[in-house]
């Protein structure tokens, strides 16, 4: 494949993605921004019918919202942590459903962002997913420490 063909394949892919991306979480917003008008009437509604209906509404939505994002939760969760997503142990159930679904290629492009398989056989230094934690702390601006910090620290088991 020449490299001009192989530059629009990944160019048309990565904005494929995106397009996922942000269908993705204008479907998020907008499930927030109703349990949180619901969850005020809730709170504030002229009569008890009218509170106890919009706290059902509220529920729902977000026993909805919790469930569309429980895979990509638990995904980033764990590169977070500096784990393997390919791991069953870890998260790859997870991780096949963010592939499987209808933001395939954006899920394909946050596994892309991970690498190593965590084995035993591997030194200290090298297990696990760096790439997918760096990547992670880098976009969330959080700094977290993978989850085997200790064993790097100090070359040994604690």
């Not at 993705?24 to 209906?53: H, Q």
């Not at 469930?67 to 997503?85: A, F």
């Not at 790859?92 to 459903?97: F, H, R």
């Not at 499987?100 to 962002?113: K, R």
Request: charged letters at 30%; glycine letters at 6%.
């Amino acid at each position: 494949m020449s490299s001009q063909k192989k530059l629009w394949n990944d160019t048309a892919r990565y904005e494929s993605a995106l397009d996922q991306a942000v269908r993705y979480l204008a479907k998020l917003s907008k499930l927030v921004r109703i349990a949180i008008k619901e969850a005020d009437k809730a709170v504030s509604g002229k009569n008890v019918v009218v509170r106890t209906n919009s706290a059902a509404v509220t529920q729902k939505t977000l026993k909805e919202l919790t469930t569309e994002t429980e895979h990509w939760n638990h995904v980033i969760e764990t590169m977070k942590s500096g784990k393997d997503v390919h791991v069953q142990e870890n998260c790859k159930g997870s991780k096949l459903e963010i592939v499987a679904g209808s933001e395939y290629e954006f899920g394909q492009y946050l596994i892309d962002q991970s690498n190593g398989k965590f084995c035993e056989q591997y030194p200290i230094d090298v297990r696990g997913n760096r790439a997918g934690h760096k990547y992670i702390n880098k976009v969330t601006d959080e700094t977290t420490e993978p989850y085997n910090a200790n064993e790097l620290r100090n070359g040994k088991y604690e």
